[in-house]
């Protein structure tokens, strides 16, 4: 299985970015997708969320009505669509595969991607 994060880059406050994560060697429409983040110093943090069949999504307070996360079973991808950007948005972003709705423990994701850094500057 290979989850390959791409589209992080170093952008100012207020600006967006775009994630993009290709999944490769799982049937992925059968795997909830889900976005995370780490922080320096800090632990990975739950991003953002989207169901089998795309219909339903949750986020993390933090980026409600600022990030947009979405999924293409035909083409074996998710997005995550990063608007209004702050400086405390700096991180690794991770995308990742799991089989249980609506969790945001890592434990509950069984495939992860190499990451992807975002850098706000204020």
């Known amino acids: 299985v290979q989850l390959q994060a791409s589209g992080g880059g170093l952008v100012q406050a207020g600006g967006s970015l775009k994630l993009s994560c290709a999944a490769s060697g799982l049937t992925f429409r059968s795997y909830v997708m889900a976005w995370f983040r780490q922080a320096p110093g800090k632990e990975r943090e739950f991003v953002a969320a989207v169901s089998l069949s795309g219909g339903t999504t949750f986020y993390t307070d933090s980026v409600k009505g600022r990030f947009t996360i979405s999924r293409d079973n035909a083409k074996n991808t998710v997005k995550v669509q990063m608007n209004s950007l702050k400086p405390e948005d700096t991180a690794l972003y991770y995308c990742?595969?799991?089989?249980?709705?609506?969790?945001?423990?890592?434990?509950?994701?069984?495939?992860w991607g190499q990451g992807t850094q975002v850098t706000v500057s204020s």
């Open positions: 990742a595969a799991g089989q249980r709705w609506a969790t945001r423990r890592n434990s509950d994701y069984e495939y």
